[in-house]
């Protein structure tokens, strides 16, 4: 399968605790995108990627938060002390043009 | 500041009538892309069109087309006889030039 990749696809953890998602993106593209979805909305920015760069962060992103691409190829996104709030799905794109989208990674934080 | 807006927040229709997804978006950039984006239940968004702020000629694919009429900043989707596997929350999305602004979604549902 050539399209975006993201693990794991669900994560249970309790608050207060570490969790990390990896993204795959598609093996062409210099464009790596997290993007945040909570019940009943649209996809939220988070960062942006060009190759290993991280050239934009949204202010969703606090400083719980880090996202890092070694190398320009996968990427991983860490949520320290994660709190109930943090309860979403984060969907990783990657784009040369237009932005395809992994399966993305359910979080639940109890 | 982009912003987009679909103001249907649900749309039920039968089987094999047509049905119109509305778009209307906000932004200073003079140039900018529009995206229509299909999230079906299994969860995974599915890119389904990208136009560029200069390109207003109206797309057609199959049963899907889209008309995009930058004098009321609208880029409207419409799926003609539509399927029960049209069933899916519809997302409008714009970009200025990486980062995607989506709105809340139009969910579909097609009865059969």
């Known amino acids: 399968d050539t399209g975006v990749s993201q693990n794991p696809r669900h994560k249970i953890t309790k608050r207060g605790q570490n969790v990390t998602f990896r993204c795959d993106p598609i093996s062409e593209h210099n464009r790596l995108y997290w993007y945040r979805q909570t019940l009943g909305q649209g996809p939220e920015f988070l960062t942006y990627?060009?190759?290993?760069?991280?050239?934009?962060k949204s202010r969703l992103l606090s400083d719980r938060f880090s996202a890092e691409r070694p190398k320009g190829s996968f990427s991983t996104l860490e949520i320290q002390r994660t709190e109930q709030g943090d309860s979403a799905m984060y969907l990783c794109?990657?784009?040369?043009?237009?932005?395809?989208f992994g399966p993305g990674t359910r979080l639940t934080v109890l | 500041a982009q912003k987009v807006t679909q103001a249907q927040t649900e749309i039920s229709v039968v089987e094999k009538e047509d049905v119109t997804l509305d778009c209307v978006y906000e932004t200073r950039d003079t140039t900018y892309y529009l995206f229509w984006y299909k999230q079906p239940p299994s969860g995974e968004l599915v890119f389904l069109i990208r136009r560029n702020s200069f390109d207003e000629q109206n797309e057609i694919s199959g049963r899907y087309s889209w008309n995009f009429q930058k004098s009321t900043s609208s880029f409207n989707f419409t799926i003609t006889a539509s399927q029960v596997v049209d069933s899916a929350v519809y997302f409008c999305?714009?970009?200025?030039?990486?980062?995607?602004?989506f709105g809340k979604g139009t969910k579909l549902s097609v009865i059969p």
């Open positions: 794109a990657s784009s040369f043009g237009e932005q395809f």
């Open positions: 990627f060009q190759n290993e760069a991280q050239l934009e």
């Open positions: 999305a714009l970009s200025g030039s990486y980062q995607l602004t």
